[in-house]
């Protein structure tokens, strides 16, 4: 069974940067995705990374959030700086084949809150 465990999730003042990390038991998929669900919201995508760099992100968080990716440890990381109250959210990983779409594999999620 295919297994993403995110980490790296907390409590933190507005301005402040966190970053989360998350690892699959798997190979590393084709595209690594963070989507975030606030409290009364749909699920969005956050960034993606395709194995050979490509990236998406939403308009909301360029120039603040960097994904990258370590195919040798099947891991992918989210920068997060600059955050603001509105990043408040659960954060999860996704793996799929898309930059585009979710995948069928998820995370349990990791919490991120911003403080004002």
């Known amino acids: 069974q295919v297994r993403l465990v995110e980490s790296g999730g907390g409590l933190v003042q507005a301005g402040g940067s966190l970053r989360l990390s998350c690892t699959t038991s798997?190979?590393?998929?084709?595209?690594f995705g963070w989507y975030r669900q606030a409290a009364g919201n749909v699920r969005e995508l956050v960034a993606a990374v395709s194995r050979g760099g490509s990236t998406n992100y939403a308009d909301s968080v360029k120039g603040r959030f960097t994904i990258s990716r370590d195919d040798a440890r099947n891991t992918v990381y989210l920068q997060m700086n600059d955050l603001n109250p509105e990043d408040t959210a659960l954060y999860f990983c996704?793996?799929?084949?898309?930059?585009?779409?979710?995948?069928?594999?998820w995370g349990q999620g990791t919490q991120v809150t911003v403080s004002s």
């Open positions: 798997e190979d590393a998929f084709s595209v």
């Open positions: 996704n793996g799929g084949p898309s930059l585009n779409a979710a995948g069928r594999y």
